[in-house]
């Protein structure tokens, strides 16, 4: 059985998924129902997070009925953690070449002084970061989203989680991301990464 032969030896305390949705399904690149089977055969609790109809996409209630469709089985669709994420808090630094390291280096500054938005950061803490100013002003922003509120519902720096979802460098990126911040050792499923 496919979808045991990385899993079968680990051990998390929760799967996250993203953005396995129907909205997405052109870009899924696995078998829905082999994943489907593959959280039907998991022990730990899943947190769901997911792209809704503010940005023009399902509610939960389609995604877990699209899963269900898909051989979910119907009792834990209802049992799973799902979260409306939305996206791109960290896009403008992502896509404009600030790297990895940066990202997360800022992103640590921002909940550590309990700042939301890097156009909150004092003028005098600007140049503890190795980016450009422009990276601080309305053209180029990143921010703590209420995601990070929820995940710490769920996550600290003692849990292991297992990322599974899409896209490799898009939102999946974005959560990767804000679990470095949090400082949380994390593993990818490759077999569903999209």
């Known amino acids: 059985m496919r979808y045991l032969k990385t899993y079968e030896s680990m ?58 469709d898909h051989g979910l089985d119907e009792d834990l669709a209802y049992s799973i953690s799902f ?40 003028d005098k803490d600007k140049n503890k970061f190795n980016i450009s100013r422009k990276y601080f002003t309305d053209g180029y922003s990143m921010y703590i989203p209420d995601l990070y509120d929820f995940l710490t519902n769920f996550i600290d720096k003692n849990s292991r989680p297992l990322l599974v979802g899409g896209g490799r460098d898009e939102c999946l990126k974005e959560v990767e991301l804000m679990l470095q911040m949090m400082d949380v050792d994390y593993e990818l499923e490759d077999d569903y990464v999209y």
């Not at 979260?83 to 990202?103: H, L």
């Open 11 to 68: 051990s998390y305390d929760y799967v996250l998924v993203v953005d396995i949705q129907p909205g997405h399904e052109e870009w899924i690149d696995f078998d829905i129902e082999e994943f489907c089977g593959w959280l039907n055969a998991l022990d730990e609790s899943i947190i769901y997070l997911f792209n809704g109809p503010e940005f023009g996409y399902e509610d939960e209630n389609e995604i877990k009925m699209w899963l269900i």
């Open 83 to 122: 979260y409306e994420k939305n996206y791109a808090f960290f896009r403008d630094y992502m896509d404009n070449g600030v790297s990895d390291e940066d990202v997360v280096k800022v992103g640590k500054y921002l909940i550590e002084n309990d700042v939301r938005d890097t156009r909150q950061i004092p």
